[in-house]
């Protein structure tokens, strides 16, 4: 039975590879792909994927989203993945145009057009996904999954100690969706360090496959590879969004996860966009929380630990 998808991106390498792993696998639709802004502005973003969508021979319509987040300056990555999103490989523009509409509306439309029967996974930050919501509440029951790239269950940030990119560039966005009943699954960028990098050996051996995808996932992350080594400190070349696509492609990628209560920190001075994960069960227990905080139950499913062996294996049979 073929699976139905939206992916919402703010398409650089890494989401490239994602979006690359959906449109090859065998049970997956992608009904649309919806570019918000994050790592690159929406164009580029919109280029990116619109390139990536016609290496894998698809024609999956790609449509413009926000163009900032709901209430700060946009925050673009640029020095991780290089000044086209794509580690400077400068590929040509694709021939398929924008689609016509906004992200938000595809989004609202799409998931009501198969309400029961729609994967959404996001990959960026949730400006696209938090502005569907506040218009049309009612979509967040209609999701099957919703599979988040974002946030550091264990508070190791990627870009601030406590906060991962994508959540800390749109707090109040994130907040909004993490609150909107949704049933999130989240992957957190820690997911993608350590076994689960894809080592020096590794992207030899994709690159051994000799084949268009396999050379163009490993050549639009070479700035990210070197950004991860440098400056993370990374054995190899770390996947957050393809690790993220294995989990919303085989659920049993996940060798231990759990469902709290997490929130998201929006005014911290050293902890915006940190996801906060009550472990404990402590919240409504202890004096001193709001009234909010007191009554509130588990939100979110957070995936602790992954196969490295069986995400490795997804990403590496998509790419021959």
């Not at 029951?141 to 550091?152: E, F, H, Q, S």
Request: some cysteine; glycine content about 8%; aromatic content about 6%.
């Amino acid at each position: 039975m073929t699976r139905k998808m939206i992916i919402d991106t703010d398409t650089a390498s890494d989401d490239a590879v994602a979006i690359l792993m959906a449109h090859r696998w065998p049970d997956i639709q992608v009904e649309a792909v919806t570019i918000v802004s994050g790592n690159v502005h929406v164009e580029q973003s919109s280029l990116n994927a619109r390139y990536t969508i016609e290496l894998c021979g698809k024609q999956t319509p790609v449509y413009v989203g926000c163009h900032r987040p709901m209430l700060r300056e946009p925050l673009f990555a640029y020095w991780f993945h290089g000044p086209d999103g794509m580690g400077g490989m400068n590929y040509p523009a694709p021939k398929a145009p924008i689609a016509n509409g906004h992200a938000v509306d595809a989004l609202i439309d799409t998931i009501k057009a198969n309400a029961g029967d729609i994967i959404l996974v996001t990959l960026g930050p949730l400006t696209n996904v938090a502005t569907a919501l506040l218009r049309a509440p009612e979509i967040a029951g209609m999701v099957t999954r919703c599979v988040v790239m974002g946030g550091a269950a264990v508070a190791i940030g990627n870009v601030t100690p406590a906060a991962e990119y994508n959540i800390f560039v749109d707090p109040e966005a994130a907040r909004i969706v993490f609150r909107s009943g949704l049933p999130i699954e989240m992957v957190g960028w820690e997911l993608c360090r350590g076994g689960a990098n894809l080592t020096p050996d590794d992207i030899k051996a994709v690159y051994a496959f000799d084949t268009p995808l396999a050379k163009f996932a490993m050549d639009c992350n070479v700035h990210a590879l070197r950004s991860s080594q440098e400056w993370l400190g990374d054995p190899g070349l770390g996947l957050p969004d393809p690790v993220a696509m294995a989990v919303a492609l085989d659920p049993a990628v996940v060798t231990r996860k759990g469902k709290y209560r997490v929130d998201v920190e929006t005014i911290g001075e050293l902890t915006r966009g940190m996801t906060v994960v009550d472990q404990l069960s402590v919240v409504g227990t202890q004096s001193g929380f709001t009234e909010e905080w007191k009554v509130r139950e588990p939100n979110v499913t957070i995936c602790w630990e992954i196969d490295n062996q069986r995400w490795k294996d997804i990403l590496y049979s998509c790419l021959r």
